[in-house]
Nanobody, 115 residues
Framework: QVQLVESGGGLVQAGGSLRLSCAASGRTASTYAMAWFRQTAGKAREFVAAISWRGGSTYYADAVKGFTISRDNAKNTVYLQMNSLEPEDTAVYFC?????????WGQGTQVTVSS
């Protein structure tokens, strides 16, 4: 089972950028496709972006603009570069395996975008 730790969130003004990191531990962590999700209070967790285990294929939710998912398998880390952030992007961001979320959810990292 892969253990996940998200980091990199913070408070940013609209139009700003943040880079989130997801550190995965476990012998086979680099062999999983991975995805980012986000959740706001009172709403279900929603898909943001996914990347294949080799990084050759990426997928994005229609609602996100200016986001780029990437990974460094040597570091067992998945990234989410978020540019042109909008207040609607405010949420707690999580990572997990894809397409099914087989690992325990981490604490997530809070992203707050002020207008």
């Amino acid at each position: 089972q892969v253990q996940l730790v998200e980091s990199g969130g913070g408070l940013v003004q609209a139009g700003g950028s943040l880079r989130l990191s997801c550190a995965a531990s476990g012998r086979t962590a680099s062999t999983y496709a991975m995805a980012w999700f986000r959740q706001t209070a009172g709403k279900a967790r929603e898909f943001v972006a996914a990347i294949s285990w080799r990084g050759g294929s990426t997928y994005y939710a229609d609602a996100v603009k200016g986001f780029t998912i990437s990974r460094d398998n040597a570091k067992n880390t998945v990234y989410l570069q978020m540019n042109s952030l909008e207040p609607e992007d405010t949420a707690v961001y999580f990572c997990n395996t894809s397409p099914s979320q087989d690992s325990p959810w981490g604490q997530g990292t809070q992203v707050t975008v002020s207008s």
